[in-house]
């Protein structure tokens, strides 16, 4: 099925440093979700955005839906250990319920 | 609490032999998920199913098989036909169709074939 676009694929940090990742798509979508996942655990759903050009927090935590509805990203700031795992983009559209997901973003902080 | 549970967290199996993974679900959601995770990979999705009675193949779905006989339970089979069946498997719920958009994810089962 169809991928969504993620960088990076991986990042390795200072603890302190804030943290950039985005997805992009050639299709539009309606939602655009993302994700964390702890070593083990299942995917954890952080922030969703809903309309094109929203800007939401969630703590530490950013996101922005793009305008064109084809890309977002994700932004941690003063990223601390407990950051470390997998980050996904999801999008979706209209239709149903199913998720068109990004490969992930795999990030390690170093204390 | 309502969530969703997939048991067991580690499961090991000898080639050949068919294996069922459970997922249980008291969120009241419509639709069920199974996805698979590579190491290093995201997600593939296996097979879903929007409403009781009815499932739907997803991009790799050979050598699995599903049912779905109540709202609450979405049981996956390994069967022995799966050329790879050594992965994390990951089971996720959400709303119907036009419902508050979002897949919920279960903690995974990770299965092993030797």
Not at chain 2, 30 to 59: C, E, T
Request: charged share 15%; glycine share 10%; proline share 5%.
């Amino acid at each position: 099925g169809q991928q969504l676009n993620q960088s990076p694929q991986s990042m390795f940090i200072q603890e302190g440093e804030d943290v950039s990742m985005n997805c992009t798509s050639s299709s539009i979508f309606n939602t655009w979700l993302w994700y964390k996942q702890d070593p083990g655990e299942g995917p954890v759903l952080l922030i969703a955005l809903y309309k094109a050009g929203e800007l939401t927090s969630n703590g530490r935590l950013t996101a922005q839906f793009g305008i064109t509805r084809k890309d977002s990203f994700l932004n941690i700031s003063a990223s601390i250990p407990s950051d470390v795992g997998i980050y996904f983009c999801a999008a979706q559209n209209n239709a149903g319920n199913m998720l068109t997901f990004g490969g992930g973003t795999r990030l390690m902080v170093k204390p | 609490d309502g969530g969703i549970t997939q048991s067991p967290k580690y499961l090991f199996r000898k080639e050949g032999q068919n294996v069922t993974l459970s997922c249980e679900q008291n969120l009241n959601h419509d639709a069920m998920y199974w996805y698979r995770q590579d190491p290093g990979q995201g997600l593939r999705l296996i097979y879903y199913s929007q409403i009781v009675n009815d499932f739907q193949k997803g991009d790799i779905a050979e050598g699995y098989s599903v049912s779905r006989e109540k709202k609450e339970s979405f049981p996956l089979t390994v069967t022995s036909a799966q050329k790879n069946p050594t992965a994390f498997y990951l089971c996720a719920s959400s709303r119907g169709s036009g419902s508050t958009p979002g897949q919920y994810f279960g903690p995974g089962t990770r299965l092993t074939v030797t």
